[in-house]
């Protein structure tokens, strides 16, 4: 069977490829390793994470906020197995859907391990070890990552885990220690410490959330302390042992030669993912990797040889899941003769915790470094009276923009909803607005919003109307 277009992982990236491809008039297939498709986002990643992400954070308003609100409840209590459920049925509803996409649009979906035979015949090794091999004009790697899981901190699935694993586990420990202080460290470390797990974080650098607007990174530390998590910043992980019913972590301190054990429940590793290329049959192509494994692409997204294209987390960039999918569409329309573009520096990253954190553009450390001169204006989400009326009165929206041109060049926020909030920044940028016109805009009252106008009324000219 041939094919104009295989794509090789079905994760958001490459099922929405393949979506696009079909819709343009392709005849499209993809091959997926696993029973289901979707990919990690789907699987073990975002999906499961905010399914969790969710219950936990009900359970910690019960607990915590609700009587202020004149809710009294009696006899609470944690059925982390029924959690756990909910969350599977949340994954076997957006996978399903998924699975019904790809009958809707005719494209056919191959289960088993794809790898290249040449550039143009790609193979399917079924799990019942059966073969089956298709030709391809083109191909999209679209296979993900994976957890990185260095030797030294003896990952074994059991009590020293990544967080494939932390998505199921259906009884409240006790302990937990986090390595990584970045994205996936956190939203996990704040689900099992809303539930009554202690927390402790173990990070090497000397603040949390590296690359993220430093003023989000110190409230969001300060939040989370206020949930009883405890970080250990500048701190190196030496070793980590399992056991059948533990696990124990010997870290130093970088600033001295202070050396600490903990044993804890279980130890989650949470210091970054690798691009996953593993047995791709790369060697029997012209496709070349970069020293840190990431596959290398021009700027039309296509490897070294012609017709083999890659997305997503297997090459450079952020790995987020909105960047696979605008990837994605980006070269099933480029095959199709069109000109799309993707614009890097308005991919927003969010963090889910509560509250959250969303941001879009620049730092104000990368305009300083790019010698770019920029004004701020910063607004306290505890001024709102949306805010106020709901209790979520923590965090704020910084707004920066060029000095001379008033153009929105970053815009940063740590507050509740910030990660649907953020998308009025990502639109106004792409369309280069100022703050002035961010200002201008009417934002309806009362809403969590008009933080984002108050914060460019006080990049404009300083001029705030409620604080």
């Known amino acids: 069977m041939k094919y104009d277009l295989i794509i090789i992982g079905s994760g958001p990236g490459g099922y929405v490829a393949a979506i696009r491809a079909a819709q343009l008039g392709m005849k499209t297939a993809i091959i997926e390793k696993y029973n289901t498709l979707g990919g990690t986002c789907l699987n073990v990643g975002c999906i499961p994470s905010k399914a969790l992400l969710d219950s936990s954070e009900h359970f910690h308003q019960l607990n915590h906020t609700f009587e202020e609100h004149g809710i009294k409840a009696q006899k609470v209590s944690l059925d982390m197995e ?28 191959h289960h088993g391990h794809g790898s290249f035979v040449d550039a143009r015949h790609i193979k399917v090794t079924a799990a019942d070890g059966s073969e089956s091999i298709f030709e391809t004009t083109n191909t999209i790697i679209a296979t993900g990552s994976k957890p990185v899981t260095p030797a030294s901190m003896g990952y074994d699935k059991n009590r020293v885990i990544t967080s494939t694993e932390a998505l199921n586990i259906s009884s409240l420990p006790k302990h937990m220690v986090i390595i990584g202080a970045g994205v996936i460290g956190l939203e996990l470390g704040s689900v099992f410490a809303r539930l009554g ?6 990070e090497y650098m000397d603040k949390i959330l590296p690359g993220m607007d430093k003023d989000c990174g110190r409230e969001l530390t300060r939040s989370l302390k206020k949930l009883g998590m405890t970080f250990h910043l500048s701190h190196e992980v030496l070793a980590v042992k399992g056991s059948k019913t533990k696990a124990k972590v010997e870290m130093k301190s970088r600033k001295g030669d202070e050396q600490k054990t903990i044993d804890t429940d279980y130890c989650l590793i949470a210091i970054g993912r690798r691009p996953y290329t593993d047995k791709l049959g790369l060697e029997n192509t012209g496709v070349k990797l970069d020293d840190r494994g990431r596959v290398i692409v021009n700027d039309h997204l296509m490897t070294d040889e012609p017709g083999i294209y890659a997305i997503g987390d297997v090459i450079k960039g952020a790995m987020l899941a909105h960047k696979a999918e605008e990837e994605g569409i980006f070269v099933a329309e480029t095959l199709a003769g069109q000109k799309p573009h993707v614009d890097y520096n308005l991919i927003p990253g969010v963090v889910y915790t509560w509250p959250e954190v969303a941001a879009v553009g620049k730092t104000e450390e990368m305009l300083q470094e790019a010698g770019i001169e920029y004004k701020v204006g910063k607004f306290p989400m505890r001024a709102l009276g949306r805010a106020q009326a709901s209790g979520d009165t923590e965090g704020f929206v910084k707004v920066l923009a060029d000095k001379t041109t008033d153009e929105i060049l970053g815009v940063h926020m740590f507050a509740a909803r910030a990660a649907d909030m953020i998308m009025e920044a990502v639109s106004l940028m792409e369309f280069r607005a100022s703050a002035e016109d961010m200002a201008r805009i009417s934002h309806p009252h009362p809403t969590y919003t008009e933080a984002i106008k108050e914060a460019a009324l006080a990049a404009t000219d300083n001029r705030p109307l409620h604080s």
């Open 197 to 202: 797990t202690q927390v402790e974080v173990v």
């Open 82 to 109: 029924q959690m756990v459920n909910r969350k599977g049925k949340v994954v076997d509803q957006v996978c399903g859907g998924v699975a019904f996409l790809m009958k809707k649009n005719k494209v056919d979906v």
